[in-house]
């Protein structure tokens, strides 16, 4: 796969032309709203601090946490989200985040955040249109990450690196997306696979036969998937 081939990809995903349309109309409501132009700039910059943050609590803390399979009623959001996407990290079709999910929760995180810091909507509004913004980026970053594309450029190569280990070695670490400064902030960062033994649970996050048993719902809803067996190495170009 070519650069070009992978921004086709890209751009073409439906996700996409949402977080692009809604960073627009909050960009555009922003501008046009702002009495003091300082205050949405300063939701923008918060926005742009806490995003890597959140990402990783969010990452670390509910996608790979084991209470949403444990209830039906979430078994099916923790299945899409981020269980299908550890059984077979190269599916184009789980690869994004479904937008019904991942919209509702940055709009829930950054419209408070905007408002409380720029000082109403147009600050709420300035924090959603960097919200999608660099969302869309850790999009393109997981593309690059998944999809069967060797980077030229050295910091893609390791960050490649560095979040194909989180999906083929130990899951419990390597949250990062773009940066990993927030993984060594907590501990959580490797290098190598050397540094780490193998986890047993990298490729179903826990979610094992004796698990399924006591909550099946994912499993049903799998199909009866045979979640111990070891994950494909897939395509690492």
Request: charged share 20%.
């Amino acid at each position: 796969m070519t650069l070009r081939d992978l921004v086709a990809a890209y751009a073409s995903h439906p996700a996409i032309h949402l977080y692009v349309l809604l960073a627009l109309g909050g960009g555009v409501y922003a501008v046009r709203e702002a009495h003091a132009p300082w205050r949405p700039l300063a939701a923008v910059l918060v926005t742009m601090l806490a995003y890597p943050l959140t990402w990783y609590a969010l990452h670390r803390f509910i996608l790979h946490g084991r209470f949403l399979y444990r209830w039906r009623m979430t078994s099916a959001l923790w299945k899409r989200i981020h269980f299908d996407h550890h059984q077979d990290p190269h599916r184009m079709d789980v690869l994004f985040g479904s937008p019904l999910n991942t919209a509702p929760t940055i709009l829930a995180i950054l419209v408070p955040l905007g408002w409380l810091v720029g000082g109403g909507p147009p600050g709420a509004a300035a924090a959603v249109c960097a919200g999608f913004v660099i969302t869309c980026i850790y999009e393109f970053c997981h593309c690059v990450q998944h999809l069967n594309f060797k980077p030229r450029n050295r910091l893609w190569r390791r960050m490649k690196e560095l979040h194909l280990a989180h999906h083929f070695h130990d899951e419990e670490g390597n949250y990062g997306i773009t940066s990993f400064a927030i993984d060594r902030l907590f501990g959580t960062y490797y290098g190598s696979a050397r540094e780490r033994r193998r986890s047993p649970h990298v490729f179903n996050l826990g979610y094992d036969r004796s698990e399924a048993q006591r909550y099946p719902w994912v499993a049903e809803l799998s199909g009866g998937l045979p979640l111990d067996r070891p994950p494909r190495p897939g395509r690492r170009a």
